[in-house]
């Protein structure tokens, strides 16, 4: 079912219109009074039949509306333009909104890719472009997007880690959020316009670990987390020592060699590798 513009014209021409048929009805039915000719009589029926036909075409559209018409059981179009129109009588219409619409996904348990269950969810910003698909495509368009948004939500979740601290994937759901964002909005679409609906937007909202699990997890991110800044002490410690003791080699301070040197680097990152502060130890030589 595709979108079609209906036959229309302007609400206050139809109201002319029906002034005149009122008019010739109203004489129709005087010069029935008085000459009691049976003609007059059908011309005012026929108007007021007209009459009636002419009130049930008057529909009123407001702005970012659509209003879908039928005929006995037959698709006949849409009109979408703001205003007081006169169109096809005795339809059926219904009424669909083109605005803007969002809504929040409740909170789904999914596994990510590695099998871990996290808690995700969405807000989905929409909008309706093709209001004949959205009326007879689909039994309720807004049911329709919730329920597939939920899938379409399930499934990127399933797509993706939640997390990349051991960066063996490009894309995790916490730390690319505006690149999942992109692949969910993708997703949704194909999903929906079956129902005539665009997706503006779709991203994540809420993400967290499930509560079995959140403590575990937590755990490992923060041993990850020690693991990487004691990697980057280690880092700072090597190449301090190793300029000091180029340094001192260098400019002749004192002469070292390969024990002594082992025993300034031991003690040198000791010192500024540990976490407590260091007890310094003066050497003064030895007493007789």
Sequence with gaps: ??????????????????????????FGFRQFIFTGNF????????????????LSGFTIIQ????????????????????????????????TVSLRVINFNSDKLKVNDLE???????????????????AVFDVENYKDFVHTQSETGLRHIASQYPYDNMSN???????????????????????????????????????????????????????????????????????SMVKSAIDQLSKEGIVELDEEKKAQMVNNLMVSIVSEKGSQPVINTGTIY
Excluded at 39 to 54: R, Y
């Design 1 to 26: 079912m595709k979108e079609r513009n209906l036959f229309k014209i302007n609400g206050f021409i139809g109201i002319v219109l029906l002034l005149l048929v009122g008019a010739v009805a109203l």
């Design 39 to 54: 003609l007059f009589l059908f011309i005012t029926g026929l108007c007021a039949l007209i009459l009636l036909l002419l």
């Design 63 to 94: 702005p970012n509306q659509a209003k879908v018409f039928t005929l006995f059981g037959s698709y006949l179009g849409v009109i979408k333009q703001e205003g007081f129109w006169l169109t096809i009588p005795l339809t059926i219409r219904k």
């Design 115 to 133: 099998g871990n269950p996290i808690e995700i969810a969405a807000v989905v910003v929409y909008k309706v472009v093709d209001s004949a698909k």
């Design 168 to 238: 063996d994937y490009e894309i995790s759901l916490r730390q690319h959020s505006d690149e999942v964002a992109e692949e969910l909005t993708k997703d949704l679409q194909k999903r929906l316009e079956l129902a005539g609906v665009e997706v503006i937007e779709a991203r994540i909202m809420h993400l967290a670990y499930s509560s079995e699990i959140a403590h575990a997890m937590l755990q490992r991110q923060q041993a990850r987390a020690v693991l990487a800044a004691r990697k980057v002490i280690v880092d700072g410690a090597v």
